[in-house]
């Protein structure tokens, strides 16, 4: 599975973007199977908080920071890790 | 801290002695603003005393998140506390100082919600974090990964940035999103610069009108984070990449991400008031600044007010304080144009 993380916002406002595919990465493929994108509660509008767009295989959520725990914590930054 | 010229032990009289009441306050106030406790002790009323009246004095506390990400972290100053020696725990604490005197000097308000509200800042959260922000209650500073970024405590306009969120969210209450999220984004770097240009006794025509100097670290290809003056031109590094902001309506960009681009639309209110400023000359705070804090204080701006609405109010605003004709009211007027926002 293709999965893609955006981070964008923070008081920078600097846009980091990573990609990994878990067919080829086994860490990514754990995550990934712990992950539930459908329990993740709605991003709070926090000034300067950064925010996560997070794909995979097409199906899409929008996390802010503040919400950012557990698995999901882990898988984006394991993803934003392979970020250019 | 700003020079002030007045030494320690007259203003000490003045606060005690001095027959006009006000005078006495300030004198209190910049004792408590620049030295530590100890003046503050000897000052201090009895306990069952009322304080002076019109002495509005910061009431500020730094705590520590010791490189974890829970707030607020453990004290490390409170007010009236001597120096850590911390730098980023000092810094942080004399930042909010200088913010604290910046809205209670020029605009006559005590705190971020106009009534004595303790500001409260946590330093050294999470590990390298590149980041700093208003969690709706205190404002929170990562130490930086020191290869981009260096630490958020550094520039006191970060510091005014992010209590302005604040001050935002007790007046406007501006919805952060879309363009009331880019005018809330904009509001806080008006602010801030304001607050970094009166520290530094600047004219408009002195200022760099720069949002974040001295956060990148050396080597990265950049002046700063954003530009008011010019908007785009800040950074262009290949870690970074370029600054995305533009300086008109014709760049405004469409986006999901940040909430609706507001870091980056911000570019264009933002030179709004570079604009405005400039044309007016001046201390920037003190008339253009003004516009601007009585627009956004007023209690009459929706919180999901756009660009065009928010341009509206601000040529409101100085007609009822200068008049129609006068040239402050055509500055704010011609600055709008000058971004495309109105023709
Ligand atoms: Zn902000």
Redo the contacts between chains.
Sequence with gaps: MKVTV?R????????RRGEADSASDPMLARLVGRVDLGSVPPPG???????Y?IDIDGRRT?VGE?QLNGPLRELVHHVLGHAE | MRCHIVPPHMLERIARNADDPALRARARRTLALTSAHATERRLAAPAAAPAPSGAAVPNRMIADAGHKERLPGTTARAEGAAATGDTSCDQAYDWLGATFEFYETAYGRNSIDGAGLKMISTVHYGERY???????EQMVYGDGDGTI?TD?TGPLD?TG??LT?GVTQYTANL???GQS?AL??SL?DVFGSLIKQMHLGQTADQADWLI?QG?LAPGVNGVA??SMKEPGTAYDDPQ??KD?QPADMSGYVRT????GG???NSGIPNRAFYLAAVAIGGHAWEKAGRVWYETLTGGSLASAVDFVGFAAATVQTATRLYGADSAETTAVADAWKGVGVSQ
């Design positions: 955006v964008s916002g923070g008081f920078a406002g600097i846009r509008r926090i000034p300067d908080q950064f925010v767009d929008t503040a | 590149d980041n700093a922000f208003w969690n709706g970024f958020f970060v940035h992010e969120h919805d952060y999103s999220g809330n984004e806080s974040g956060l984070l954003r970074l990449g995305p999901y991400e940040d909430n507001v870091h980056i």
